[in-house]
């Protein structure tokens, strides 16, 4: 079982502030995808959604005389280590495992290496997939960030995606009972 939904985070409020700071329709989507992938990787579906749903909460806007400056935010991004700290914050405060906490917030901070010296990064598998479910989703210049939905709609896709992990999970039960 589950002790933190999607809809919980979701619900929360430092996430309904920051999942609409960094693109709704973008966070949903990631999560949709990591489903999928944590199924091909074997990772678990709850750490996957969870980490991709909040993967990009930890932006900022940066702006050049009242215009959104992609460049700059080339130059000053740390989203990724701000994010994972929130998620973190976040996760505990709804009463997450702290193991499985500190799992999501590392997927987070290595969900990109745009900020990160150059080298190769040996990531486990499901910081894999969150990288990979991020990059289905993007578009050109940051686009992927400015895509909207209303709440209704997007409450209701993450409840689905609540509903599919359970049931993943229930069919693994099953597995390992038989
Ligand atoms: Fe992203």
Redesign the pocket.
Known sequence: MRNVTLTDIFQHPSAQKYLNR??LV??IA?AYHAFSLAKDFGVDPDLATKAALL??IGHYTWYTNGQWDYSLYKENDIHAIKGAERAHKLLIQLGEDPRKAKEIALAILL??DSYLPKGQLDLLPLQRVVALA?EA??EPGGM??YRSLDIKTALSRIKKLDRLVDAQYETENLKHSV
């Open positions: 960094s693109g973008h966070a990631t993967h990009d969900h990109t991020d989703d993007e992927h960030h």
